[in-house]
């Protein structure tokens, strides 16, 4: 694969940050996900609540947000925060990258078609299934970890 433009690399992270944007105002709105302030993020709370990270933790760590699941949920003795990278990447190097980012620092990956996004965002049921669908399953993954029952990689979720 050949190096990306400038310009193609801007287009791609505008692109990104758009469909992140569709992504938080569909859980807000079509499900009911309550938000909460990134200073949040570590502490217990009462109810699942999502948060999106902070422009550090975005630049430096590759965390786009955070969901907080209740011990009720989540089946632990503690609330979990699970970190989120978020992408709508169809390329296979890219995803690669993220994945092994995931393996060695445990920030859970969630991909989520452009498209999908859009159409759900336009009320399409289908493809809101198809996103509650992919959150479920990526939020499944990640507890499965946090009870000790799977790794990724290294790390250990909080």
Known sequence: ??????????????????????????????????????SQVGKELNRAALARATEKQDTE????????????ESGTTAGVWIPFDFTTAKDSEIIE??????????????????????????????????????????VAQALKVARGKETIGEKAIN
């Open 97 to 138: 990258e993220k994945r092994r980012k995931e393996q060695e620092r445990g920030i859970k990956i969630l991909n989520i078609r452009a498209y999908v996004l859009k159409q759900a965002n336009l009320g399409s049921t289908k493809d809101l299934q198809i996103v509650a669908d992919s959150v479920t399953s990526a």
């Open 61 to 72: 760590e590759g965390i786009d947000f955070f969901m907080y699941i209740t011990p009720k």
């Open 1 to 38: 694969m050949e190096p990306r433009t400038a310009t193609e690399s801007w287009r791609m992270q505008e692109a990104g940050l758009e469909s992140e944007n569709i992504f938080y105002q569909i859980l807000i709105d079509k499900f009911g996900v309550e938000t909460v302030d990134p």
